[in-house]
């Protein structure tokens, strides 16, 4: 495995041991192995091993391959290679901390004190995310088991890398805002800088108590806890922090986002500063308690993920109100627009029969009204808009079928874009992302090749490689490598028409400009195999140009045979012979594109059927001549009298001329 240096030299070559696991630095995106730099012994390294269905965060990668940031666990270098047993995978490079992370699973590391957290940890975490956060990245993965000594008996400190992984995905709830740590850990979305300054907050938080948030709390306890106490009261649990770690704690743990404390604040503490913002909380609270299921609700957000948990009950209780004297009373701060009225569209029950599907419909709707910074609550989905990508290659990775039904649900039926347009009427979600969700939403609501669920999967999720089982054990990253796995797969038999599944067609259309549209060619249902064959090969030659791929074998030798009944079906013998001759020579050639010209299989076949046709009119006219020939002529027919004038008038014209030489020659 080589590494570039900053010239984009290559100038190393790196070592990675699968058989030696360092499983401090897993991560949710892959596992980790012992490595080492062949060019240089003492530059410490590790390897990680990246799962095929979970995307990593290639542009960020990138970013840090090019311009390595101070205080970060950088990447060195990136490569698909065998990866042992896991067959070829991404394995990244990683700059490899020697000392220990600040919290493991024995509890806090005994060198984290106040003291260091004030002179060692925070100075270092403003240096890497200010770094960051000028390029628009998140690191969305602080906690102290992801911060590390960067050697062991000094204090410097360096962040871990933020990667491999989905952006929030590896983080416990209680690391996460509250508006996306109720959402499921794949579908946290990259957020922004707010969110790693409350991540910073609970992990000075976890080390300063030695515990770990809401270790001792259920979940829904938990979560209730912070609505209504606040985030920092419900992390801290039963402690007090006094003094100036808790003047700071409070500013980073606080749930508004635009109130919580940003790096010059935090800047500003460790000089001595405190910095002067208003640490209250955003009015969440409802006009009045709502009565819902047994239970009373005072904050709207609490009531949303009420409604999001028990969808038959809430449905019934929406419809029983006038929905919109309901939200006047209840939310008598918000006004319930014309526009927003009809987004949710809530129709009262003795208009409709049972239906689990409006219901969930119209509950999606109604929470996102209720907590319009939160996630998309459907069925058994909680996840942000820009989460979706990785919550959907999640469910894949799983294979867990009814979650990948609701997602496209979620997408087929346009719900994700209706609830889009009540969070962008609310100002909560950026213009852009509204668009790119009604986009990707578009895609998955046609069925056919190209198009679905997976074609989402992909839009969405654009590091993912391939998924295909056809795939199995590579590590399909690009337009070219599908194709060579189609031409792989060709090699072991089957029918043409399962050469492209629904993974590959969709992920070839995604990467592919117009695939898409030249799929659609094949979706005729009473095509013949010749056709079919003959339509596949349009598509593949083309893509085989554009993506400059000498050889495909397999393929060439497959529709060689593939199109030979087609050839045996032409009328005209020398052509038969004269494209077949062609075909036996192009089938080894791995030339599809060379297939399609020297064939021009279409053109032969249009001019076959005409002078066939021209043949067939020829004929039926000789038949017809032949008929009438042969056809018995009856004397009162007017053809009949014609022609036996015509035959008396030559026989009297040589009466005549015998007459006249018999009477010449008489003289």
Not at 291 to 315: C, M, S, W
Not at 337 to 348: A, H, T, W, Y
Not at 380 to 407: E, N, S, T
Not at 469 to 478: L, R, S
Request: hydrophobic content about 45%.
């Amino acid at each position: 495995m080589a590494a570039r240096d900053q010239t984009g030299e290559y100038h190393a070559a790196y070592q990675v041991d699968f058989a030696s696991a360092l499983p401090a630095f897993d991560s949710p995106g892959g596992k980790a192995y012992a490595a080492s730099d062949a060019d240089n012994p003492k530059h410490p390294v590790y390897g990680l091993v990246q799962e095929r269905a979970i995307p990593s965060r290639n542009d960020v990668a990138k970013s840090l391959l090019q311009a390595p940031v101070t205080n970060l666990v950088n990447p060195v270098d990136q490569e698909v290679m065998p990866a042992g047993k896991d067959g070829v995978r991404l394995v990244t490079l990683f700059e490899r901390p020697l000392g220990e992370a600040l919290m493991s699973a024995g509890g806090v590391h005994p060198n984290v004190t106040e003291r260091l957290i004030r002179k060692q940890l925070i100075p270092a975490a403003i240096s890497a995310l200010s770094t960051l956060h000028e390029r628009d990245i998140t690191h969305r993965a602080i906690r102290p088991n992801n911060i590390f000594f960067a050697v062991p008996g000094d204090n410097a400190i360096i962040l871990g890398e933020c990667i491999s992984m989905p952006a929030g995905s590896g983080q416990l709830a209680a690391f996460e805002p509250l508006e996306r740590a109720v959402a499921d850990p794949f579908g946290r979305g990259e957020a922004n800088e707010t969110a790693d300054l409350f991540a910073l907050g609970a992990a000075i938080l976890t080390c300063y108590l030695n515990q770990w948030p809401g270790y001792d709390q259920a979940p829904e306890a938990f979560l209730a806890a912070r609505i209504h106490h606040g985030s920092f009261r419900a992390l801290c649990g039963k402690h007090e922090i006094p003094g100036a770690m808790g003047v700071m704690l409070r500013g980073l743990l606080n749930d508004n986002p635009a109130e919580r404390w940003n790096l010059n604040d935090l800047a500003q503490w460790v000089d001595g500063i405190v910095p002067q913002k208003r640490s209250g909380m955003k009015n969440w609270s409802l006009s009045k308690p709502i009565n819902f299921n047994g239970k009373t609700y005072a904050d709207r957000r609490h009531l949303a993920q009420a409604f999001a948990e028990n969808i038959v009950p809430a449905a019934a209780y929406i419809r029983e109100q006038n929905f919109l004297e309901w939200s006047q009373q209840a939310l008598s701060h918000d006004v319930l627009s014309d526009r927003m009225e009809r987004l949710i569209n809530v129709k009262p029950a003795v208009e409709l029969a049972p239906n689990p599907k409006a219901d969930a419909e119209m509950i999606a709707k109604v929470c996102m009204f209720l907590d319009p910074a939160g996630p998309v609550r459907y069925r058994r989905v909680a996840v942000c808009f820009d989460g979706l990508g990785p919550a959907i290659a999640d469910a894949q990775h799983r294979d867990d079928r009814d979650r990948m039904a609701i997602f496209h649900e979620l997408l087929a039926s346009q719900l994700i874009a209706s609830v889009a347009e009540i969070a962008n009427e609310k100002k909560t979600i950026a213009k852009s992302l509204s668009y790119e969700v009604s986009r990707v939403a578009e895609l998955a609501q046609h069925n056919h090749l190209g198009h679905g669920l997976e074609r989402a999967l992909y839009e969405v999720n654009p590091s993912l490689p391939c998924l295909s089982a056809k795939c199995q054990g590579k590590w399909t990253a690009t337009a070219r490598d599908a194709l060579l796995a189609a031409d792989e797969q060709a090699g072991a038999g089957g029918e043409l028409s399962t050469i492209f599944d629904r993974h590959l067609a969709a992920f070839c259309a995604t990467k592919i400009q117009g695939f898409d549209r030249k799929l659609q060619a094949l979706a005729n249902p009473n095509m013949t195999g010749g056709q079919y064959a003959l339509a596949l090969l349009d598509i593949m030659a083309l893509f085989q140009r554009k993506l400059s791929i000498p050889h495909l074998p397999n393929l060439s030798r497959r529709f060689a045979g593939a199109l030979k009944p087609s050839i045996k079906v032409l009328k005209n013998r020398v052509r038969r012979e004269t494209l077949a001759a062609k075909l036996m020579r192009l089938a080894d050639s791995g030339s599809l594109v060379r297939m399609v010209r020297e064939l021009d299989f279409a053109n032969q076949a249009r001019q076959d059927a005409k002078e066939f046709a021209v043949a067939r009119q020829r004929f039926a006219a000789i038949e017809n001549e032949q008929r009438w020939l042969k056809r018995r002529i009856l004397p009162g027919e007017d053809q009949s009298l014609r022609v036996g004038y015509q035959a008396a008038a030559v026989i009297g014209f040589l009466m005549l001329t015998a007459t006249i030489l018999n009477y010449t020659v008489g003289f």
